[in-house]
């Protein structure tokens, strides 16, 4: 596939993001960040990929800027055009500032111990924080210590925290609407919660028979709000409709190993229209899948197509933005795919 | 014992003074803990404590270059393509998919280099840029091994091809002439320039004849007197027979065209044809073989093995791989002369030209400081199927061992050490057993990486590594007071004795504070509540509370009878139980039946009288009271119990 540029970073990439585009833009993003982890020193980078100038994609990414992250970067996402959130394994919670006029980073914001173990013998007792949403300027993170934290980028304090909510790891959170949040943990269920009540409950619980399969990743469909994804330990990836029934409406068994990131594309193909979603996820390790989902009407059945050659290592992360997906890798390596839909 | 073949380096441990004091260690799988101990090194005794450091002391120190990181990953994902390719390939297509690999390998440590390179410009600090440049001149020295050993080994070229090789070895690898060479092209008048002779002879010594040729054109058309001797000595160049790939013509043609043209040399030479340029003439003697005029042009070309190459162009160009050592031992004696003795790097190259494979290996692994080289070296030529005879008096043989060191080594780097699963992975012997002892050393810092783990030994059907790592991360985590996430690790280690652990934490919790945490956990229980009789007896006494809850009460007291009679509940649990049963026999309904009313009573009974401590539970009187109340109850509801079946009968 050589529309695909890759580039060795000498660093085990955990997340990778690409900066969002204006509204108006029309040119595919040409930003996007990384952040790194099980190094000695973390960080979180920067990276311009070349003009798409006549068809012709030129070299391998670029290093624009980088700065040190305290702990692993667990999750990040883009608030805004110029500011990152970070969450990291130390339990903080990090906005950083990208100044474009110098190329350069900086720490905007943070929140020291976001997430935290009521614990007698150790002192620091922080939990890693492992999935951060963004919905600017609201901010909610979740963490091992299964806890819901909710923070506005301009207030020092939280706006909202539930703790002890849920009594397993919440590995991931999505919006589901503007007061309303996903989590999914490690027994295999998943919530809705919604802020407009008080009560430190959860809306409504899923969850998979029998089985508890840790879930690792959700997403909620573009356009569909009630259609949401999840992606298990297992491999096996659940698309549930939280209108209907407390169990998933199908599951597909796309991969060996774990989902460890899923996405569903903020932009659908447009002669598919309606009918297509677009999904891709990664395994933890061996093959790497990275499916492609075509509900056809006409046909009425998946097409799954494996964007991804075969890896030995795992792929940590992906993001997809317009025809650009962007993903790292436990090969401390970095790929762009500028043709998704070529 | 055998014989030590280098004295090996000493080591010092900056800080630590065994002058002073006397040291002690401890081996490590990949490091060595070395402290200072209180013993003196004069007479024994305590000495004054001194500092009470603990040395971490490492080998394989390149491993923690960061800029080598990528030959690293790279060429772990060439050497798992390598060990998974299929061995069917029949023989010329396995060669050639084998010297692609030798190419692919080449070419990362190339990229390495650039990288470093570029990295060296761009520092200030000359500490860094030092550093940088022996690295840089330690990987070239590493390609330049490298691809010496593709030519004689992995793609094992014939005579006449082998020379074609070599020679682009040369060209590939003395490249400081490169710059002159541009130095010289790019000036107003190429012919005028001072170095102008030397680049001609640059491109003759390295057999580039048509750049030659191209040069003294231009100096020819600025001479129209001496054109004549030009069109003499370019047509000589132009004429020279070289071997081609295309195999067209056999060695003994070959051989003949080219004594002939050698003849031809001589000629020119002895009728002194070029006497009136000196250039000229020594080109024309290197032409002919004269190793004195290649002698004297040492400095173009800087090494021995330069002049070993263009030795053989010109003398003997059919040369066989066999008869290489003999010229390659001589070009060495005679270019470097007797004051100077030869570097590790010629004795490896020396070791490669004469066919010795292990000694190439050996040598390498006493120069270099890192085990990557070697042990991607030896696996391919393993695969090359050049190593089978040899067997080391220890471990399995010479590929798993240099495996195994360069493998042990990344995983004691803090990150890498998810490339060395893979290299133990194809180490049919050790591997699993350095896995297994590696893998649990891996420090836990979040759930994240304690999955990536487990999924490792989960793959690989290591059930030892799977508890033991699950249990690390329940242990973690009950101390972070984070039961549910503790019991959900111990059920997935299947660890019966953890599970009734922090059953018994849920339980007493429960008993402390009168309602239970971590519902949405034990109500989704399902079958893993068996996995041990107290997890078991918490699920269906958290039921009984559900049951309880939803005013199912004849359901409810038929579970909490169960859990006494099946003995499911354990005995210390007993009056909990039944002073939960309390409320159901004070109901105005009757719930319990007469044989069940025995049976609590039953229950009761067994509990004060089969204690051992009877006497200190009844001495406390908020247990007396207990007791009484219960009798008291049981007798009333035993009272309603019989007038409603005897009226339910009558009736």
Request: net charge negative; proline share 4%.
């Amino acid at each position: 596939m050589e529309e695909v540029s890759a580039r060795f970073v000498a660093q085990k990439i955990s997340k990778a993001r690409w900066r969002p585009l204006p509204a108006a833009a029309l040119q595919p993003p040409d930003i996007f960040a990384t952040g790194s982890w099980d190094n000695e020193d973390n960080r979180l980078a920067l990276w311009a990929v070349g003009e798409l100038g006549s068809g012709e994609y030129l070299g391998e990414p670029q290093l624009l800027c980088d700065i040190g992250h305290d702990g692993d970067v667990m999750d990040m996402q883009f608030l805004d055009q110029e500011r990152i959130v970070a969450a990291s394994s130390t339990g903080s919670v990090t906005v950083f500032r990208h100044h474009q006029n110098n190329q350069t980073l900086s720490v905007n914001q943070r929140w020291e111990k976001a997430h935290y173990h009521v614990d007698q013998d150790t002192s620091c007792g922080g939990a890693a924080c492992t999935g951060v949403i963004c919905n600017n300027p609201e901010i909610v993170t979740v963490g091992e210590d299964g806890r819901i934290n909710l923070f506005r980028a301009d207030q020092k304090d939280a706006v909202r925290t539930i703790d002890n909510a849920d009594s397993s790891t919440l590995h991931a959170v999505t919006f589901l609407r503007t007061t309303e949040i996903l989590t999914v943990n490690s027994i295999g269920q998943l919530k809705i919660w919604d802020f407009r009540q008080q009560r430190n409950e959860p809306s409504q619980i899923f969850s998979l028979t029998g089985e508890r399969v840790p879930l690792h990743c959700v997403d909620r469909h573009p356009n569909q709000q009630h259609i949401v994804a999840t992606g298990g330990q297992d491999g096996m990836l659940s698309i549930w409709d939280i209108r209907q029934g407390t169990m998933p409406v199908s599951l597909l068994n796309a991969h060996e190993a774990e989902s460890e990131y899923l996405d569903w594309s903020r932009e659908k193909k447009a002669f598919l229209e309606q009918s297509t979603t677009y999904l891709s996820h990664n395994t933890i390790n061996q093959s790497v899948v990275c499916a492609w989902l075509n509900n056809d009407p006409t046909k009425d059945r998946m097409e799954i197509t494996n964007l991804i050659p075969n890896q030995t290592l795992s792929v940590n992360s992906l993001d997809v933005l317009g025809p650009c997906l962007v993903y790292g890798t436990d090969a401390e390596a970095i790929y762009v795919n500028r043709q998704l839909f070529a | 014992m055998e014989e030590v073949d280098a004295e090996p380096p000493l080591v010092v441990v900056p800080g630590a003074d065994p002058a002073s004091r006397q040291l002690c260690f401890e081996w490590g799988p990949a490091e060595v803990l070395v402290c200072e101990t209180r013993f003196d090194r004069g007479g024994g005794g305590d000495a004054a404590p001194g500092s009470s450091r603990v040395f971490v002391v490492r080998r394989d120190q390149d491993i923690y270059i960061q800029t080598l990181r990528k030959l690293f990953n790279e060429s772990h994902g060439i050497f798992v393509g390598l060990q998974r390719c299929e061995e069917e390939l029949a023989g010329k297509s396995r060669k050639a998919q084998l010297v692609q690999v030798s190419k692919n390998y080449r070419s990362v440590i190339r990229a390495c280099m650039e990288d470093m390179h570029r990295a060296a410009a761009a520092t200030r600090d000359p500490a860094l840029h030092s550093q940088y440049s022996t690295q840089v001149s330690i990987l070239s020295a590493m390609e330049l091994i490298w691809n010496l050993c593709e030519i004689l080994f992995v793609e094992a070229a014939a005579a006449g091809p082998l020379l074609l090789r070599l020679l682009d070895w040369i060209r590939l690898h003395v490249c400081d002439v490169d710059s002159m060479v541009r130095e010289v092209l790019s000036s107003e008048n190429p012919s005028k320039h001072k170095l102008f002779w030397n680049v001609v002879d640059v491109f003759v010594l390295q057999g580039r004849m048509d750049e030659a040729r191209h040069l003294l054109s231009k100096e020819a058309s600025a001479n129209p007197t001496s054109m004549s001797m030009y069109k003499v000595l370019d047509d000589l160049m132009m004429k020279m027979p070289v071997p081609n790939l295309g195999n067209t013509q056999t060695l003994t043609e070959l051989e003949l065209k080219w004594q002939h043209w050698h003849e031809e040399c001589q000629r020119y030479l002895r009728d002194g044809t070029f006497a009136s340029n000196p250039h000229m003439e020594s080109i024309c003697k290197i032409l002919g073989g004269d190793e004195n005029a290649m002698l004297e042009k040492k400095e173009l070309l800087t090494t021995w093995y330069h002049f070993l190459v263009t030795r053989l162009l010109y003398s003997h160009p059919t040369v066989k791989p066999m008869e290489l050592h003999f010229y390659a031992q001589s070009s060495m004696d005679l270019f470097l002369g007797e004051e100077s003795s030869p570097e590790p790097l010629d004795t490896i190259l020396m070791a490669a030209f004469e066919f010795e494979l292990h000694q190439v290996i050996k040598e390498c692994s006493i120069a270099l400081s890192n085990w990557w080289f070697v042990a991607h070296l030896t696996d391919l030529l393993d695969h090359c199927k050049l190593l089978q005879s040899h067997n080391l008096y220890f471990g399995s043989n010479m590929r798993e061992f240099l495996l195994l060191e360069y493998a042990s080594g990344l995983f004691s780097h803090h990150s890498l050490w998810q490339l060395g699963v893979d290299y133990f992975d194809h180490c049919r012997e050790y591997g699993r057993v350095y896995l297994e002892l590696h893998i649990e050393r891996i420090p836990l810092n979040t759930e994240q990486k304690a999955l990536k783990v487990l999924r490792i030994c989960e793959q690989r059907h290591m059930h030892e590594q799977v508890r033991s790592i699950c249990k690390i991360m329940a242990m973690k985590a009950l101390r972070n007071n984070r039961l549910g996430s503790a019991l959900s690790w111990s059920i997935r280690a299947k660890d019966a004795a953890f599970a009734t652990l922090i059953s018994d934490r849920f339980l007493k919790d429960y008993c402390e504070r009168g309602c239970f945490s971590d519902l949405d956990l034990i109500d989704n229980l399902g079958p893993s509540m068996l996995l041990s009789d107290r997890l078991t007896f918490l699920g269906k006494y958290r039921e009984f509370h559900r049951l309880y809850g939803e005013k199912r009460f004849s359901e409810a007291a038929k579970l909490l009878l169960m859990l006494m009679t099946a003995h499911i509940a354990p005995c210390s649990f007993w009056m909990t139980l039944l002073t939960d049963a309390l409320p159901l026999l004070e109901q105005k309904e009757v719930i319990f039946s007469a044989e069940q009313t025995y049976e609590l009573m039953q229950c009761l009974e067994d509990l004060t009288a089969g204690k051992p401590d009877k006497q200190k539970l009844l001495d406390d009187d908020v247990e007396i009271m207990k007791v009484e109340m219960l009798r008291l109850a049981l007798a009333r509801n035993l009272a309603r119990v019989i007038v409603k079946e005897g009226t339910l009968e009558g009736s």
